[in-house]
Structures are given as C-alpha cells and as structure tokens.
C-alpha cells in the first residue's frame, strides 16, 4: 500500500505542475495506468447528459470523437447518477461503452473488471474517470479510499480546466463590455485535434465576442453552418436567436419578403404582417448561407440593412430599426464573383470584416478518425446495436481518401457502412467496419497517390529552371506547361498542397481547380 501511497502523492504533484490542462490529463491516465496495470483508462467530461473523452490510454484513436449518451451506455449512467465509486462485477450483464474499442482485446469485454469514478465539484457531477482491465480481479487489492483520492485529484485538475476556461472567455468579453456577464454557452461541438481546427477554433474565439460581420468560407461540405452556430454560442447574444436562410433555395420572388417580411395586402397571398429573418434575429444573429446566390437587386437591399441597421418590409412605408449580426458563408469565391459582376464589391467588403477559412477534411490530418467516432457513435444508436468499431484496414483507408465531399460525405459513407456490415454481421448487437462495408473505391484515393508521385517523378532537380522559349507551342500552350513544371516542383518542396499555394502565393482552392485543369492530378491530395 506504501508504493499507491507514493504513486498518489506523486500524481498529486505532477497535476500542480505548471503544464497545460491536457498535459495534465495525459499525466493522470499515465499515473493510473503504472498504478492499475490496466489495459484501457479515459478521462471523460460531463455536459448535456452525455460524456466526452478528453484524454484516454488504450483504445482506438476514434473514441477520441465519440460522445457516449448516458441513454445509451447503462455503465456510464450508473456512474453519473453513483455520487461515489461504482465497482461493477466481472460477470455485469451491463454492455461496456468500450467494447471492441480496445486494440488488444477485438471482442465484446464480457468478463473483466471495471471501476467508474464519478467527478464532482461543487456537488455537480463534471466528468468521470473509468478504469478497465482483463483480469477480472485486477483492481481487488485497491481500496474504496485510494479510489476515491484518485477521484477527488481528478475532479480537482478538471475542475480547474473548467475554471480557468470559463475566465479566459470572460476576459475576453469584459475587454469589449466591461459590464458583461456571460453565461453558459450553447452545447456546440467541433471534433478535431489537428492544427488547422486549433486555427479555425482560435479565430472563432477571437471574433465571438464582438458583433463584427463574419464572412465564412470553404468548400461544400466543411461544416460551416457548426462555424456559425460556435460563433454564435460562444458570443453575447447567445441566449437570443440564431436564424439560418439558406439564401439558395430562396425563389426571386419571396427573397425580399423571406429577409425583411411584409405587410397585409402587399401582395396576393400576403394576408397578414409578417416578420422577415431580419427581424426574428433581432438581438441576435442572422446566418446567411450561400450568401453568393443572392439575386443582385436584393444585395443592394441588403447592403443597407448592414450600413444603416434599417430595413423596410415590402409594402411598407416606415422603416424600422434592427440590432441583428450578420455571418454569411459561401462556397465561392466571392472576388471572383465580384470581377465577373455577378456579387456586389460594396457588399463584398461589407461581409468580409472578419473572413474565416474553414478547411477541407483531406487537411485536417487525423481528424477523420475522430470524426467517424463521433458518426459511428450516433449511427450505432440509430441502428439499435450495443458496439460499433473501425478495423484497422478501414481506418487506413479513412485516413488516405481525399474525402471531397468533406464532413458531409464522410457522414454518410460511415451511415451506409454501417448497414452494410449490420446487414452482414452474425452478430445483432455487434458490427466492426471493415474496408469492405465502404463504398469508396480505389481510384478515389489511388489516383491522387498516383498523382502525387507523378508530381515527384517529373521534378527531380532540386532547383527550379525557368523552361526555355517552346517554339510553335503557342503562349496558352507554353503556359500551361511553364506552370506544370513551376507546381511540380514546388510541391516536391513541400509533399503538402496548402503549403505548395502559399509559396505560390495563391489560394489552395484555386491551385486545386488549376492543378486539375492541368492534369497533374485527377483528385485534389492532402
């Protein structure tokens, strides 16, 4: 007992250490892990009657997306609603949220032994610690006291995190409005660990808290409607509305009436006041999405509402004033928009205060995994079955497709795996995805392998030399090549695309459309 003794207050030390939270939380799971000799730990956080892993050991890198819904997991409910310990029995009937999650162990944890330990601070349950291991009497010799010192560190260090997250925001906003009091956001959640989702998540951050207009950008699919909705929650009016118009579906004709409403007899059918979207974000915040399909004549209506905070509804004669923030997305290029005539550079200017990029899912790295986690975990829910993993041939070919559907394609290409090999399973209540169940073929991802290593075959200098004068080419054709060796090149510097456009200086969008053009590659690779 002396050497849990020592292990306890060296935990206790390691999570006073001047170190960041998740460094923290990495220790705990380190410390418990030497202490227990277990084979799966995790450190999971409390909100919206659901747990969410904020560190783990032993287990596939996709329970880091997961949520686990306490309707859905009896053991983690058990532990929430405990108050203390909860040893469960080796033999518990009750299905693990772990199972077939744990690399060395592929099947159902039918007979092993688990410990949860329940989180509180303040009398409020905030997380849970659980611990699991193969031999079913692995955690006997521990007593309910050494666990609960565990469990009381845990809270601490946590609750701490909690604390000093909920000041930074607070700071931020008392720069902007001294006298605000912010409370407790919406539940927005933004799976991703990656560098670039740091990025994005530390502009969104800096901006919530302001009313400037926000204009957000990426391809279809990226997930910029949750962009929106995390602005909105983390900033002052997050306890009024957040309004979403999808401006392309908008037809011409109800346009108008849909952003600043009408009144009585303005037109047929008109038969009663009506508010626009304007007016029922009154307070709060307006999403214009697709904001690139608008009708020219109604961006010059709009255009006004963001200068002047004023609109009138058709067939009004007042007009009336409006405090609504405005964020608008596209899938487009807007400048370009705008040199082709087709987008208002008054506008244009006006939307972009604050442009934020939200990047492709092919750049954002091991994100993939935990975002099919967060899918597998609500998919299995959906389809009534107790356990859903990934194999490790389907996490490999996750990981290499270029995924130019985005979020929105993985989404559905896991939902549709998912029933396959639910269709195929000998086992009703557990499913493993394997790289059979997707409907992602080679050429999706070899191609852009393929591409990649053209790109790398046709550069092997390692300094670039302008080409000499190719006579009877033609300038487009000359062109076209000088640029195909000029992106060759560059790329085979960098093996990266958002690289290879920064050094060009060119949006990586574009470099993907031109590369493609160019035939330099058929898909667009990380």
């Not at 845990?154 to 925001?169: D, G, I, N, P, R």
């Given at each position: 007992m002396t050497k849990n003794r020592q292990a306890l207050m060296q935990l206790a030390l390691d999570l006073t250490q001047g170190i960041s939270a998740q460094d923290r939380f990495e220790r705990l799971l380190t410390v418990i892990k030497s202490l227990f000799h277990c084979d799966a730990s995790a450190l999971l956080a409390f909100r919206e009657q659901h747990f969410s892993p904020l560190a783990m050991n032993g287990m596939f890198d996709d329970v880091m997306g997961r949520q686990f819904d306490l309707d859905q997991h009896p053991r983690l409910e058990a532990i929430a609603r405990a108050g203390d310990i909860v040893r469960f029995p080796h033999d518990s009937d009750l299905p693990d949220p772990y199972d077939g999650l744990i690399p060395s162990h592929d099947g159902q944890l039918h007979v092993h032994a688990c410990i949860g330990l329940p989180l509180i601070a303040n009398d409020r349950l905030i997380g849970a610690v659980t611990i699991d291991g193969f031999d079913p009497h692995q955690f006997d010799q521990f007593s309910d006291q050494e666990l609960r010192v565990i469990?009381?560190?845990?809270?601490?260090?946590?609750?701490?995190?909690?604390?000093?997250?909920?000041?930074?925001?607070?700071?931020?906003?008392?720069?902007?409005?001294?006298?605000?009091?912010?409370?407790?956001?919406?539940?927005?959640?933004?799976?991703g660990q990656s560098v670039a989702m740091d990025q994005l998540k530390a502009q969104i951050s800096a901006v919530a808290n302001t009313d400037l207009t926000v204009l957000i950008t990426g391809e279809t699919g990226v997930g910029k409607e949750l962009v929106a909705a995390s602005i909105h929650a983390q900033s002052l009016r997050h306890q009024q509305p957040l309004v979403y118009l999808n401006c392309a579906a908008l037809?011409?004709?109800?346009?108008?009436?849909?952003?600043?409403g009408h009144v009585k007899g303005a037109f047929t059918g008109a038969i009663s006041d009506r508010k626009g979207k304007f007016e029922m974000a009154d307070g709060g915040t307006l999403f214009l999405d697709e904001i690139g399909e608008l009708p020219l004549a109604l961006q010059a209506k709009l255009l006004r509402v963001l200068q002047y905070g004023d609109l009138q509804r058709v067939g009004a004669d007042k007009h009336l004033k409006v405090n609504t923030r405005i964020i608008a997305a596209t899938n487009r290029l807007l400048h370009e928009e705008v040199t082709a005539g087709r987008f208002r550079a008054d506008l244009y200017h006006r939307l972009s205060v604050f442009p934020i990029s939200a990047p492709p899912l092919r750049e954002r790295g091991n994100d993939v995994i935990l975002l099919a986690g967060y899918f597998i975990e609500r998919c299995k829910a959906k389809l009534g079955l107790n356990?859903?993993?990934?194999?490790?041939?389907?996490?490999?070919?996750?990981?290499?497709?270029?995924?130019?559907?985005?979020?929105?394609?993985?989404?559905?290409a896991i939902n549709r795996a998912a029933v396959v090999a639910r269709a195929a399973s000998s086992d009703p209540h557990f499913v493993a995805l394997t790289s059979a169940h997707f409907n992602l073929t080679l050429q999706d991802h070899a191609s852009a392998a393929s591409s990649t290593e053209s790109l790398t075959a046709d550069t092997s200098a390692d300094t670039f030399s302008p080409p000499s004068v190719l006579l009877g080419y033609g300038l487009k054709s000359a062109t076209d090549a000088f640029q195909r060796q000029l992106i060759a090149h560059t790329y085979q510097q960098h093996h990266n695309w958002a690289a290879t456009a920064r050094e060009l200086q060119v949006d990586t969008g574009n470099l993907h459309r031109l590369v493609k053009r160019l035939g330099l590659k058929t898909q667009s690779s990380k």
């Open positions: 469990s009381a560190l845990a809270a601490a260090s946590l609750h701490t995190a909690l604390l000093m997250e909920k000041l930074e925001q607070q700071a931020g906003e008392m720069a902007s409005s001294p006298a605000a009091v912010r409370p407790a956001t919406g539940d927005v959640t933004m799976i037809p011409e004709s109800v346009a108008e009436s849909e952003l600043f356990a859903m993993r990934l194999s490790p041939d389907a996490t490999h070919l996750l990981q290499r497709y270029t995924w130019p559907g985005n979020i929105r394609e993985l989404e559905h």
